[in-house]
Structures are given as structure tokens and as C-alpha cells.
């Protein structure tokens, strides 16, 4: 499969496989299809014709049964229907009606061209507002709906509006994995943190709620917050689409975490497969966990021949974030599964995960992250696994590398493992000149000073800056932390006349005011500019993987203000490791021995191994450097809230804010 090409299932023809190979050797994407994606009502009697979309391409209409009068019909409805498309997403009143735009956007021929270089010149679209004008009209064919009213029809002068009014259109895995309904009862998705899954989902539960009526589809995840958060996105996203069919919430359709309640059937997906079959429910215990559950279900099930006796409970299930999962959850809900189960999951949660090739080849791998420039991404890694440094923190074969979407070769004495990304298509090509890591020696000034100096030169390179766009995430001891942001806090509004939102007290992403926080959360935000501030460089691995995830939060740029006196090896490694990235487009690491990498995986799979809740709490105490005189009634008050869940981000939180309470 191509990410690059997007064949519409049922379409067979030699030329298709010439136009796949000139897309992946030119790096262009191109789809073809016969008909609108994204509603099954357009159909065409005429199925010998066909249409080719690419960026920056006249749509183009191909005759392959040499009909002239047949091909005609063929596109008359078919710019009819792209019209009516047009008019469903309120794209109309932007983009005007079909002969606004026919003369200059359609093309046609009648066969198959056999020179793909001139007919991509000949079909060339040189004029800026048609280019974009030509892309909303390919999401609308594909599916991909943008908000009109943001992405606008007019091209931005700077590059800052040009992220902000980016066209989202999906490449050619995530159509497939979309529209492509041959893939079997069990399809698996993984990818990058950023590459759209969740997104992907949403859109496969709108085609499957839309064509398939007496349906009954469950969405489910691990998180108990993240279950009310999709709960709460599902209606937006069905009325953004123009679903016009009402949610039947728990007749057709679930959305809910994974284990559920006693008193509620409808809670959990565990939960509603007990009360289907009629199985024991069990509840959470410190001797009990999900995986036993789920396991004592599948061997009830089986044992007592319930799927004969009771039939399957849904026709499709979704699963998100199945790197939460144990297997015995996938094997339950594939058991009691008409259709298809689909399983989504992040290639790793952290960069320090082992192990994390999955056994079974995922159906669609998603390694093209499309927020976060690829030489970020680059250096993020480096920076988390220590790839700069003597020592390597975390190592990956070429497989693994190649499962995050890196190109991977080696030098003559295979010694050195080169690694590259592929460029993307993210904005245009402006953003190709843009020195997407800033790394700042804060030795000479304090913080207010160096994140002033940093905010002034983003409005000098782009005037058009707002508050919205910049993010100041802070990692280090409580005590740099909180002093930090509390300095900031007043000393922003001063200089900028901007409100500060402090989100790590009020959990909140509050627009106008500009966002601070520390490392724990920052999951799923992403912003233009990402100032990142630490005080010394640590080589713990949550500390890392904070890192990593900290600095590929932003579309165009992140500032990286760190004291280089304190922190002089690894400086001056990060200093030359990005020059590398930036100046090559590649990066050189020595391949440490096998004894090395076997060692650092022994190290991580120990760290991760048969922990007693006490060594839990220490472990964040260590990582948070929690003074001894304050751990003891921390941990008595945080195993009072908590219980002796190990649920790491709610002890973080609970310590957190307990010890910020504490110190005052």
C-alpha cells in the first residue's frame, strides 16, 4: 500500500498501476475514483470512466470505454453532484457554483494518457487561489471535510496563516482504511502519536452508521475521560458531516470505556458483554485485573456455547488506544463481533516501550506525522533516547525504525546508522526554509528574560502572532515549576499585555490567554510555536519521553531554553545534533554493540517490572524530586484518593497539587 496513492475499491486497469508508480516515485498524491467518496447514494450508470485528483491539478475526467455520449452524461452528473457536495458542507456561498469554476478546474480525455509527465504538465494548475480552490473541491470528493469558514478560499499572505488555514486531506492509507471495505474482520491501525488515528475512527463510525442502518456499534477505550470526551465529540463531528440521522445512544450505538460498572449495563464494554450472556461481572481488584476478566468472559462464553445460543452483540466495534489493552480484550470483542473489529493504537505510548513490534503485521501503519515537521520529529527522538549522547538511553533495530517511519541505511563498516524522514506536504513549501528548533542558552538571564527574548523574535519573524499560537511548557524540579509560571504569570502580561492561563492548576485550554503548563499535560495539544523550558537535563525515561512529547507539539517551531552550565555535555551534543538535522536532513548515530543494546533493554524491562505500589509512588517522587521530609504524607494522602491504583498520570496530578499546597 501507497500513502501516496488512492485507487476507490473496484477500480482494476493497467494505467491505474502506471499513475500508482509515477505517484510514488514523484512523491505526488493522486486519487482516483468513479464516484464521490463518503455517501453511497452517488452512483453513475456509465462505469468505464473515471477521475483523477491531485493537489495543485486540474480535476481531470478519463474515458476508458470510448463513449463519448456515455462520458458526457458521466460528467454532467458528476459536476451536479459535486455541486450539491458543495452546498451540503456550506463550501457553496465560498467556492461559488460549478460553472463559476469549470473552465479553469476540470479536464478531460478521452483515453488513457500514455506519457504521465506531460499530461501532469499539460493539467497543471500555476495560478494560486485556483490551486487551493482545486483542493477544497478534491475533500469534498474524498471525504475529507475541512470548516470552510477556516480554511477560506482566499490564499494567506503569511506563512502563520497558512498553518491556521491548512487544508486537511487524508493521503492514501487513511482513505483506504476509511472506504476500503474488503479488509476482513479484524483490521488493525497503528501510527505515530499525531497521525490522525482517533480522526480515522470518527470517520469510519460515520460510514458505517450512514450506510449500514440496523447497525449496532460500539466505540470504546481504555480512559474513563477519554470514553466522556469521544462522547462528547461524536454528536460535533456527525453535525459538522451533515449526518442527519439521530444518534440512537444505546440501542446503535456505544460509546464508553472499557471495563464498566455494576449498577449499569450500559457502562463499559465488558460490563455490556456479561449482561448479554448473562456472565459473571467482576469489579476491579488489587488480585483481579482487566486481562483476568476478560479472559474468565471468553472461557464462560465458549464453555456454555453462548454466541450459538444468543447470536453476536454488535456488528462493529472500534477500539482506540489499544496500546491500553491486553490481547484477551481484543480476542472478547472479536468473539462477540458480527463484522469488523477495529483496532487503533499508537505505535509506542513512550519511546520507551519495548517490545512494541506487534506480532501480527497491522493492516494500516500510519508513520507520517502531519503536525509536526519531519526534522522536529527528528530531533525529538534523538533527544529522548539519548541518540546524541555516548551512552544511547534506547536503541531501535531497522525494523523498529522503519515502523516510525524512518528510511534507514548504514555506512560502508556498518557502524554508523543513518536515518532519515521523508519531506512532507504539510503547509507548502515556504515552511521549508523555516528553522523549525531554536535551542537558547539561558545562563545569562533569568526565565521572564529568556521567554520575552524568545516571544519578541516569533513577532518579529511572524507579525501576525496571537496568544493563541504559543504554548510555554516548563519540566524540572516542582520548585522551577511553580515559581516559574508564577513569575510569568505576572511578568507577560506586562511586557504583552496578555492573560496567562496556568494549565497545569486548572487542567484548561483557555482561548485568548496563553497557554503554561508543566510536562503532565500536554497530550493531544498542539500549538504553532512551543516554547519548552527545563532547568537541567535529566536522563530519566519519563523525563525523556516528557521531552520528546513536549518539543513535537508545534506546527511551525520549538524553542528549546535551556542553562548550557549546567547541562555542558549534552548542549553542545543537542547544539551539533540539530545542525546535523537541519543542515543534512539526515543524522549519523553509532550503532552501539549487542551486548549495549541488550542492556539497555534489560534496564527498561526491569524498571517496568513487577512494581509494588509503594516503588510506584517512590518512582514519581524520584522523577517529581519530592524533598524526604515530604514523601511520607503524600503518599498516605495520595493512596487515600487513589487507592492503590497505578494509574500514573492521576498519582502525578494528585502529588502535584498536594506538594504545591504543602510547600506554601
Known amino acids: 500500500m501507497s500513502s501516496y496513492f488512492f485507487l476507490q475499491p473496484g477500480l482494476n486497469n493497467v494505467f491505474f498501476e502506471e499513475v500508482k508508480n509515477y505517484s510514488e516515485v514523484h512523491k505526488k498524491q493522486i486519487y482516483i475514483i468513479n464516484q464521490p467518496l463518503g455517501d453511497s447514494k452517488y452512483k453513475y450508470e456509465y462505469q468505464k470512466a473515471f477521475v483523477i485528483l491531485c493537489p495543485k491539478q486540474k480535476i481531470t475526467f478519463i474515458d476508458l470505454g470510448n463513449s463519448k455520449d456515455e462520458f458526457e452524461e458521466f460528467k454532467l452528473d458528476f459536476l451536479e453532484d459535486l455541486g450539491s457536495i458543495s452546498d451540503k458542507y456550506q463550501y457553496k456561498d465560498q467556492i461559488g457554483r460549478p460553472r463559476k469554476w469549470i473552465k479553469d478546474l476540470i479536464y478531460s480525455v478521452d483515453k488513457a494518457p500514455k506519457d504521465l509527465d506531460r499530461f501532469f504538465k499539460q493539467t497543471i494548475i500555476n495560478n ?3 490551486q487551493k480552490l482545486a483542493e477544497l473541491l478534491i475533500t469534498l470528493l474524498t471525504g475529507s471535510i475541512n470548516d470552510i469558514k477556516r480554511v477560506g478560499v482566499k490564499v494567506p499572505n503569511t506563512l502563520l496563516e497558512k498553518v491556521k488555514q491548512r487544508i486537511l486531506l487524508f493521503d492514501g492509507d487513511q482513505t483506504r482504511f476509511i472506504y476500503d471495505h474488503e479488509q476482513g ?3 488493525t491501525i497503528q501510527g505515530l502519536s499525531g497521525t490522525g488515528k482517533t480522526e480515522l475512527l470518527l470517520h469510519k463510525l460515520k460510514d458505517i452508521y450512514l450506510n449500514h442502518d440496523e447497525s449496532k456499534t460500539i466505540f470504546t477505550c481504555h480512559n474513563k475521560i477519554l470514553a466522556q470526551e469521544m462522547r462528547r465529540r461524536i454528536p460535533e463531528f456527525f453535525n459538522f458531516m451533515k449526518v442527519e440521522e439521530q444518534i440512537l445512544w444505546n440501542e446503535r450505538l456505544w460509546c464508553v470505556h472499557a471495563w464498566g460498572s455494576n449498577n449499569n449495563k450500559d457502562s463499559g464494554t465488558y460490563r455490556k458483554i456479561c449482561d448479554y450472556y448473562n456472565l459473571n461481572f467482576y469489579t476491579y481488584s488489587p488480585s483481579r485485573s482487566f486481562n483476568d476478566v476478560c479472559t474468565f468472559a471468553i472461557e464462560e462464553i465458549k464453555e456454555m456455547n453462548k454466541v450459538n445460543t444468543h447470536g453476536k452483540l454488535f456488528d462493529y466495534v472500534l477500539l482506540d488506544e489499544s496500546q491500553d489493552f491486553p490481547e484477551s480484550f481484543f480476542e472478547l470483542c472479536e468473539l462477540v463481533t458480527q463484522e469488523v473489529l477495529y483496532i487503533a493504537g499508537d505505535v509506542f505510548q513512550s519511546i520507551f516501550d519495548v517490545d512494541f513490534v506487534s506480532k501480527v503485521e ?18 525529538s527522538h534523538a533527544v529522548g533516547m539519548g541518540l ?37 506536504r504539510r503547509f507548502d513549501d515556504q515552511s521549508e526554509g523555516i528553522e523549525s528548533i531554536s535551542i537558547f542558552n539561558t545562563d545569562n538571564t533569568t526565565v521572564e528574560e529568556s521567554v520575552n527574548i524568545t516571544i519578541n523574535k516569533i513577532i518579529d519573524e511572524f507579525p501576525d502572532t496571537e496568544v493563541d499560537d504559543i504554548a510555554i511548557i516548563l519540566i524540572g524540579s516542582n520548585q522551577f515549576v511553580f515559581s516559574s509560571s508564577d513569575k510569568l504569570e505576572y511578568s507577560i502580561p506586562r511586557k504583552f499585555g496578555w492573560t496567562v492561563n496556568k494549565a497545569h492548576e486548572n487542567k484548561e485550554n483557555i482561548p485568548g490567554q496563553l497557554f503554561i503548563s508543566n510536562k503532565n499535560n500536554v497530550k493531544g495539544l498542539e500549538f504553532s510555536f512551543v516554547i519548552c523550558i527545563a532547568d537541567r537535563i535529566r536522563s530519566g525515561y519519563n523525563y525523556r519521553n516528557a521531552l520528546y512529547m513536549m518539543l513535537t507539539r508545534s506546527f511551525l517551531k520549538s524553542f528549546f531554553l535551556v542553562p548550557k552550565s549546567s547541562n555542558e555535555a549534552v548542549f553542545e551534543q543537542f547544539s551539533d545534533g540539530w545542525n546535523e538535522i537541519y543542515n543534512t536532513g539526515k543524522m549519523e548515530v553509532t550503532i552501539p554493540s549487542v551486548n549495549y543494546q541488550e542492556q539497555i533493554k534489560t534496564k527498561i524491562r526491569q524498571i517496568g517490572k513487577n512494581q509494588s505500589y509503594n516503588e510506584f509512588i517512590e518512582s514519581i517522587f524520584e522523577e517529581l524530586e519530592i524533598p524526604e521530609m515530604w514523601r511520607e504524607p503524600l503518599f498516605e494522602s495520595t493512596k487515600s484518593i487513589i487507592g492503590h491504583n497505578f494509574d500514573r498520570e492521576n498519582a502525578i496530578e494528585i502529588i502535584n497539587f498536594n506538594f504545591s499546597r504543602m510547600e506554601k
Open 128 to 130: 494560486s487561489e485556483d
Open 185 to 187: 474482520n479484524k483490521v
Open 362 to 379: 497491522p493492516n494500516f501503519l500510519l508513520s507520517k506525522c502531519y503536525r509536526t515537521d519531519p526534522k522536529t520529529l527528528m530531533f
Open 388 to 424: 546524541f549522547e555516548e551512552s544511547p538511553l534506547r536503541w531501535l533495530d531497522d525494523e523498529e525504525w522503519k515502523l516510525c517511519g524512518y528510511q534507514v541505511s548504514h555506512n560502508e563498516t556498518n557502524t554508523k546508522c543513518i536515518l532519515r524522514r521523508e519531506p512532507l
